[in-house]
């Protein structure tokens, strides 16, 4: 006989052993289906944390500046053949004024950037012309570059500029670029090209070629990250080309530069000695190195051996593994600036952040490029590396305002908020609920030091 309806539908359905057992571990266990796994930074590759680009801004920035003081100390503890620790003291007097600065700046708004603009460049072009007053400027090796204001600080203008320029461009552009007037090569120019070549004339009056190429660059590299049009950009870098050149031919002594650097055994007891020196330097540190401090060219061979020809002092002493590492840590520095440029959603911190690139970059690689002989002697230092407060000042609160855009990146932001107070903060609040949980569980104690102890109840008295 077949079941009826009500059978049918009251008969139970069998249950297969796993589905039974699945009901039985549910009711066991808490419902979890709302919850989603945490996922920590640990978790995530390194470049693709939140603060990836914070972090390696910090560490390459403190690797160098501590390299750059352990080689000032090796390559100018030897003057005029007697030991003498006067370069380096003043280097880490510098650095210990850097250090605050940077701090400060790291920790600064956006805005406080955009608002020192105009002061800082107007504050720059003051002093640039200040050092063309006779009697404020300081003439050294023949080049009137330094304005001195007594004891240890003088101060070259020529450095400031740069970080003055970076600001007051990134700021106008900004502002062009925010009000639909980026739009013809009059509106594009003007007035960042005239200004730029107003601080190029006042820099080539002090006799500094180098110095000169850098904030032409840092003006082309605004350009380009701004979305100037290809053509205009062509026609800009042809026509500093040129200038360029004029200024070369027109000099002199930079001219016998610019002919002898390919081949300074011309001239081996003139204008060829330091690139021959520093190419001897270079060449006998050849793998890993004669040691730190062992370096000969130091006794009085190579000039300038603590300034612009450091980097030959580090070959002779590091060897190539030590000149590497050099060139590692810019090329991290200048990547995370690089992704601190991309990852910035404020068109002013783009290009505060590209200009800053392009500065240190290619000063570094000027510098490097005339020690190695690829490139004239421009008489410019390397950043964070060789001796001289003038650049390492500017070039401090630069990374500083870096690692603050850095943090300032959308997911950085996020990672900070989300983190809450800082480490110290945090350090004081968890001493501080200690400090509670101890006065709860020992009463008589905290009654010694002041503090009323808890009564005891009425039912054991």
Not at 17 to 32: D, F, G, N, Q, Y
Not at 192 to 205: A, F, H
Not at 425 to 441: C, E, F, K, P, Q
Request: net charge positive; charged share 15%; hydrophobic share 50%.
């Amino acid at each position: 006989m077949t079941a009826t309806t009500g059978e049918r539908r009251a008969r139970p359905r069998p249950s297969s052993p796993s589905s039974s057992e699945s009901a039985r571990t549910e009711s066991a266990t808490p419902k979890l289906a709302n919850v989603t796994p945490l996922t920590t930074a640990a978790d995530s590759p390194l470049l693709w944390r939140p603060l990836a680009s914070y972090y390696l801004l910090v560490a390459s920035t403190a690797l160098l500046i501590v390299f750059g003081l352990v080689m000032v100390w090796s390559s100018s503890y030897v003057e005029s053949t007697k030991v003498s620790f006067a370069v380096v003291e003043k280097q880490a007097l510098w650095v210990a004024i850097g250090l605050p600065v940077m701090i400060i700046a790291s920790r600064l708004p956006m805005r406080a950037f955009r608002l020192l603009a105009y002061p800082a460049m107007a504050g720059a072009g003051m002093l640039l012309c200040l050092v063309l007053v006779p009697g404020l400027g300081v003439t050294v090796l023949g080049a009137t570059r330094w304005i001195d204001f007594g004891g240890p600080f003088t101060i070259q203008p020529s450095e400031f500029a740069k970080l003055g320029l970076v600001l007051w461009g990134a700021d106008l552009l900004a502002r062009k670029i925010q009000r639909h007037t980026f739009d013809t090569y009059r509106r594009i120019l003007i007035p960042l090209v005239p200004v730029g070549l107003l601080v190029v004339g006042l820099i080539e009056k002090e006799h500094d070629l180098g110095t000169s190429l850098v904030v032409i660059t840092i003006v082309l590299a605004l350009l380009w990250v701004s979305g100037a049009p290809a053509r205009l950009f062509g026609m800009s870098v042809a026509f500093v080309t040129l200038g360029v050149t004029l200024i070369a031919i027109a000099k002199p002594y930079t001219l016998q530069r610019l002919l002898n650097f390919t081949h300074p055994y011309k001239d081996i007891r003139g204008s060829g000695w330091q690139a021959i020196q520093g190419i001897y330097s270079l060449g006998a540190g050849r793998w890993w190195g004669v040691g730190l401090g062992a370096s000969r060219e130091k006794w009085g061979y190579l000039p300038e051996a603590h300034s612009d020809f450091i980097f030959a002092i580090i070959g002779e002493e590091l060897g190539l593994a030590g000149t590497l590492v050099v060139l590692l840590l810019f090329a991290v520095l200048a990547y995370s600036g690089i992704r601190v440029a991309q990852r910035s959603r404020d068109t002013f911190a783009t290009l505060v952040a590209a200009g800053i690139v392009a500065w240190i970059l290619v000063q570094a690689l000027v510098n490097i490029s005339a020690v190695i002989g690829l490139l004239p002697i421009t008489g410019i230092p390397l950043p964070l590396i060789s001796a001289g407060g003038s650049a390492l000042l500017p070039t401090m609160f630069a990374l500083g305002m870096l690692m603050s855009l850095a943090r300032k990146e959308p997911r950085a932001a996020a990672a900070l908020a989300a983190r809450g107070p800082n480490l110290a903060r945090r350090g004081l609040h968890r001493i501080a609920v200690r400090l509670n949980r101890s006065d709860a569980v020992h009463p008589a104690k905290s009654a010694q030091l002041g503090q009323p102890a808890r009564s005891k109840s009425r039912a054991g008295r």
